[in-house]
């Protein structure tokens, strides 16, 4: 399996930027995919996930309302959909997969990751 993240940057607080993932590798029905990220100093933590052949998504409290996941199954990529960003979202973005349902909100536990994608949110 293999995941490339892209699309981070510089936003000012309010704004919204788009990130995605490219998936590859083996055939992603059944499997979970998801978006984890980092701040500086801090653990890891779950912001959403979706399962890919189906319709639910799942996301931290933190993020509800303001960050959508999708995913362009023709392209077998995924997408975080960022709005109001808040400087408290800036980190690194992560995107992971896993073959289970729901998906795990313990980053520990997924096995592929992609690259980081830095997200900076200035106030």
């Known amino acids: 399996v293999q995941l490339q993240a892209c699309g981070g940057g510089l936003v000012q607080a309010g704004g919204s930027l788009r990130l995605s993932c490219a998936a590859s590798g083996r055939p992603f029905s059944g499997w979970t995919m998801g978006w984890f990220r980092q701040a500086p100093g801090k653990e890891r933590e779950f912001v959403g996930a979706l399962i890919w052949s189906g319709v639910s998504t799942y996301y931290a409290e933190s993020v509800k309302g303001r960050f959508t996941i999708f995913r362009d199954s023709a392209k077998n990529t995924m997408y975080l959909q960022m709005n109001s960003l808040k400087p408290e979202d800036t980190g690194v973005y992560y995107c992971?997969?896993?073959?289970?349902?729901?998906?795990?909100?313990?980053?520990?536990?997924?096995?592929?990751w992609g690259k980081g994608t830095l997200v900076t949110v200035s106030s």
């Open positions: 992971a997969a896993d073959n289970r349902i729901p998906p795990p909100t313990d980053w520990r536990v997924h096995d592929y």
